[in-house]
């Protein structure tokens, strides 16, 4: 179907699982989820690892940024179900060859760790995947330098706030779609919208056939769309 809405696992699948946690991302490739959105940040010997936060304070029982820490040093804290920090390898090895679109986000908007577009397109292709990686960022200059160093991917620009000029902006930074917090009505342009856990708001966008719809509970998600399909 040409106009199917995909239905994207949030951080995997923290509705029942910590948030980034192999567990979830696992649990959601083998209950069919069609997409995982994921983030990106590199540790002090630039290993990527997924982590929404900048700090591991949060979703972990340790302190201090992600930055600080080398990979080995980050083993030693766990996520609130005792697993330690995924790195993308992980994830990647779980995903290779499995029917699922992966959405990976650069976390650059508030630090910007040098090199990592670099670090993350070379890692990804090493791993055969059944569908092209969508990159996302808050930050348009990664993406041009994602860009620059691959122009065969999909860039897509995250942002929480109404876009002046959207076409005139993909086609300056050569981005392939939008992730939003809203939906903004824009003919033939890919937006996927985030994070949308309210049933009413999943059925108005998939009548408005958006490419993607980023949520907390796939499953449920998934039930609503096959309802508005019956």
């Known amino acids: 179907m040409t106009n199917e809405t995909l239905i994207f696992g949030h951080r995997g699948y923290p509705y029942k699982f910590p948030e980034n946690s192999l567990r979830g991302f696992e649990y959601a490739i083998e209950h069919g989820v069609d997409g995982l959105e994921f983030d990106v940040h590199l540790t002090k010997d630039d290993v990527p690892v997924i982590m929404h936060d900048e700090k591991i304070n949060r979703t972990t029982n340790g302190r201090g940024k992600i930055r600080e820490y080398t990979y080995q040093e980050l083993q030693q804290f766990q996520l609130k179900d005792g697993e330690p920090i995924p790195s993308l390898k ?97 003919r033939n342009i890919k937006e996927r919208i985030w994070t ?7 059925r108005a966008l998939l009548a408005d056939h958006v490419a993607g719809i980023i949520t907390d509970n796939f499953e449920m998600a998934r039930d609503v769309k096959s309802s508005v399909l019956v």
Not at 125 to 135: E, R
Not at 196 to 202: G, H, R, S
């Open 196 to 202: 949308i856990d309210d049933p009413k708001k999943q």
């Open 90 to 186: 992980d994830l990647l090895s779980l995903a290779r060859q499995k029917p699922v679109y992966l959405n990976l986000e650069f976390k650059t908007n508030k630090i910007h760790y040098p090199n990592i577009e670099r670090i993350v397109l070379d890692m990804v292709g090493n791993y055969d995947l059944a569908h092209p990686v969508i990159y996302s960022s808050f930050s348009l200059q990664t993406l041009k330098d994602a860009y620059q160093i691959d122009p065969n991917q999909q860039y897509c620009l995250l942002s929480n706030h109404i876009l002046r000029h959207p076409r005139e902006l993909m086609i300056e930074a050569h981005l392939s779609g939008l992730h939003l917090s809203h939906y903004q009505p824009l």
